[in-house]
Antibody
Framework: EVQLVESGGGLVKPGGSLGLSCVAS????????MNWCRQAPGKGLECVSF???????YYADSVKGRFTISRDSAKNSLYLQMNSLRAEDTAVYYC???????????????WGQGTLVTVSS | DIQMTQSPSSLSASVGDRVTISCRAS??????LNWYQQKPGKAPRLLIY???NLQSGVPSRFSGSASGTDFTLTISSLQPEDFATYYC?????????FGQGTKVEFK
């Protein structure tokens, strides 16, 4: 059974930093692209960071230069380091596995339960 | 970035109704279009991938179709557990982008 378990969310002041983690199980983590997606309160979904199986990274403009995505295949873990946080970064952050091109058209086939990040003074 | 435009933003329906939700991409995305269901306080759940493929475990009342850059999610007979918000998402290019969502409410 595929499981993704996020941790690290919490309350942080504007300008502060926070690190999120996601531990994966039930699949060969090193073979798949991974994403961090977020959902602000009452709003829609936004994927902010992507890392390929070969560690190519991509960031949405809204977080570029402030967030860093990384992965450790030995620990089956995905990370998101968030710096210079702003009020508009307040959201539930989800770790999401991307399926293969052939098997699922690169859809986000499994999601974690999410972790809440609140940026407020 | 590819813009995804969903319509309607909300709809009211009754159990047993046929429901259709539309999604339009701002440029060609081939068939790299996915549909998700989200219930309050829960993570999104993949329903349909690559425009028309039913994800394992998803009831067959859900279906997807495509015509150029226009995509449709259909629920053939709405069930009580289907009241939720639905999102389309393109996986053709980075960044992966979503439509704004369609909330299906009880009439």
């Amino acid at each position: 059974e595929v499981q993704l378990v996020e941790s690290g969310g919490g309350l942080v002041k504007p300008g502060g930093s926070l690190g999120l983690s996601c531990v994966a199980s039930g699949f060969t983590f090193s073979n798949y692209n991974m994403n961090w997606c977020r959902q602000a309160p009452g709003k829609g979904l936004e994927c902010v960071s992507f890392i390929s199986s070969l560690s190519y990274t991509y960031y949405a403009d809204s977080v570029k230069g402030r967030f860093t995505i990384s992965r450790d295949s030995a620990k089956n873990s995905l990370y998101l380091q968030m710096n210079s946080l702003r009020a508009e970064d307040t959201a539930v952050y989800y770790c999401a596995k991307e399926g293969s091109k052939e098997g699922s058209g690169w859809s986000l086939d499994f999601w974690g339960q999410g972790t809440l990040v609140t940026v407020s003074s | 970035d590819i813009q995804m435009t969903q319509s309607p933003s909300s709809l009211s329906a009754s159990v047993g109704d046929r429901v259709t939700i539309s999604c339009r991409a701002s440029q060609t995305i081939s068939s790299y279009l996915n549909w998700y269901q989200q219930k309050p306080g829960k993570a999104p759940r993949l329903l349909i991938y690559a425009a028309s493929n039913l994800q394992s475990g998803v009831p067959s009342r859900f279906s997807g179709s495509a015509s150029g850059t226009d995509f449709t999610l259909t629920i053939s007979s709405l069930q009580p557990e289907d009241f939720a918000t639905y999102y389309c998402q393109q996986s053709y290019s980075l960044p992966r982008t979503f439509g704004q969502g369609t909330k299906v409410e009880f009439k």
